[in-house]
């Protein structure tokens, strides 16, 4: 006993900045236990009844369902009538709607975060958010304006610049953001700022980038734009009618008034209406041609000749069908066939969309994300999906549709050195002579 104690005593210390270290780490660890705890236990407040005094006392009398079934219908017909408004004036009207959507859907998903967390004091939380919102646009927009805009950013020598070094430009943004975060770092906050540094990312990941997506379905031509975002407010209405009328067998956990009525009827009711709205504006150039820069006069256009997609065809009709309808042939758009695609995967796969920011509100146990549109709840509830809509039309129109583009070829060859213009018309020159579209006599002259 006598040996044990006196080897006990000759053992050292742990030295003091050890003790204090595993002192810290414990300290960390119950604070980042005890902060996840309690996170877990916040509930945000519920949203406030905003439907508009007017519309209180006129629908006094009804029913709280038929009162939000009334609400709903005035400020859907109210934002369809906008959404015809920003169609007739342009494209960059419509690209401008796009960016301020994409704010402030960026502002409610950042803004429950903040109140969430904001017991915690993070510093610089929302500062970090925007700085990241402000780079990812710029990067984003960026590769937008060098594309569509590339004469005009060539012929300005301050724009060439900032288009050459474009990429640096928006890394060297980035990192800017990243050190400013790692600055901010603060002992027992780690993980819930962690937390945030990953809610900003992702949130710009699905809002930021889908918004961009948006914008390049739009210069591909504004049928591309308006057909599948008009298949989702389809879908979403006439599921709602058909749910408030017939509803009666739950589709989903994550939204108890889905119904499997409404999720049908209005799958065949989008197919129906996508087919009838693609035959309307095939017909119009200023919805199908795409969207180009016009040097000459400084200004987009959206006059051209109508691809193939947009002429009308006559196809046969298979029999089964024939012996219904008494049809053998029908004349239609190659475009309506694809609308077929977009506006089933506006009924079966958007409205996941929907299910995910169910999901997502219901962990925070909060009913909308904001409570902008009475009725409706915020801007994000109403495109939560048009996001994943705007992803599939580009992927779509990559995979099926898209070919080189001529023009912006003809661009960037101007842009070149006169030796190497010379160098590429005379490869071109041999090439064609070669498969025989360039004859002898035409090189003479």
Not at 6 to 16: K, L, M, S, T, W
Not at 62 to 78: D, E, P, Q, Y
Not at 300 to 317: A, H, K, M, W
Not at 344 to 353: D, E, H, K, Y
Request: proline share 5%; net charge neutral.
């Amino acid at each position: 006993m006598t040996e044990l104690r006196q080897r006990v005593a000759r053992e050292p210390e742990a030295p003091p900045e050890d003790k204090e270290s595993e002192s810290e780490a414990k300290v960390d660890g119950e604070t980042a236990s005890d902060s996840e705890s309690r996170v877990e236990a916040v509930t945000l407040p519920p949203s406030a009844d905003d439907t508009p005094e007017v519309l209180n006392r006129a629908l006094s009398n009804l029913s709280s369902r038929w009162k939000n079934w009334w609400v709903r219908g005035i400020l859907t017909l109210a934002m369809i009538a906008f959404f015809f408004i920003i169609i007739y004036l342009g494209p960059m009207v419509l690209m401008m709607i796009v960016m301020c959507v994409q704010i402030k859907c960026f502002h409610e998903i950042i803004t429950i975060g903040y109140n969430v967390y904001h017991s915690y004091d993070l510093p610089w939380f929302r500062t970090l958010s925007w700085y990241f919102l402000l780079c990812v646009n710029y990067f984003f927009y960026g590769e937008t304006v060098t594309d569509y805009f590339f004469t005009l950013v060539q012929r300005e020598e301050p724009l060439r610049i900032l288009s050459k070094y474009h990429r640096f430009i928006s890394f060297t943004l980035y990192l800017t953001g990243f050190c400013m975060f790692v600055l901010s770092l603060v002992k027992k906050h780690y993980r819930l700022q962690f937390y945030m540094f990953g809610w900003t990312h992702v949130t710009l990941l699905i809002v930021v980038t889908q918004s961009h997506l948006v914008i390049h379905n739009l210069f591909e031509g504004m049928i591309w734009f308006i057909v599948p975002i008009s298949c989702v407010i389809c879908n979403d209405i006439m599921a709602y009618m058909f749910g408030f009328f017939f509803g009666r067998t739950p589709l989903i956990k994550l939204s108890p008034k889905k119904t499997w009525e409404g999720f049908i009827g209005g799958f065949f009711a989008t197919v129906v209406f996508g087919l009838l709205l693609s035959y309307v504006m095939s017909g119009y150039r200023c919805f199908v041609c795409p969207v180009e820069y016009n040097n000459d006069t400084n200004s987009f256009t959206v006059d051209c000749e109508p691809s193939g997609l947009f002429r009308l065809q006559e196809y046969n009709i298979p029999g089964v069908i024939q012996s219904i309808i008494g049809w053998k042939t029908v004349r239609m758009y190659p475009f309506q066939i694809h609308s077929i695609a977009l506006s089933t995967f506006a009924s079966l796969i958007g409205p996941f969309g929907g299910f995910f920011a169910s999901g997502f509100k219901r962990a925070f146990k909060i009913k909308d994300f904001a409570n902008t549109i009475p009725g409706h709840g915020g801007i994000m509830d109403r495109f939560d999906c048009q996001y994943l809509m705007a992803t599939f039309v580009n992927v779509y129109i990559a995979s099926f549709i898209r070919g080189p583009n001529p023009s912006k070829l003809v661009q960037q060859f101007l842009t070149l050195r006169p030796d190497q213009q010379l160098h590429i018309f005379n490869t071109l020159k041999s090439h064609l002579t070669d498969k025989g579209m360039l004859t002898a006599a035409t090189e003479d002259k």
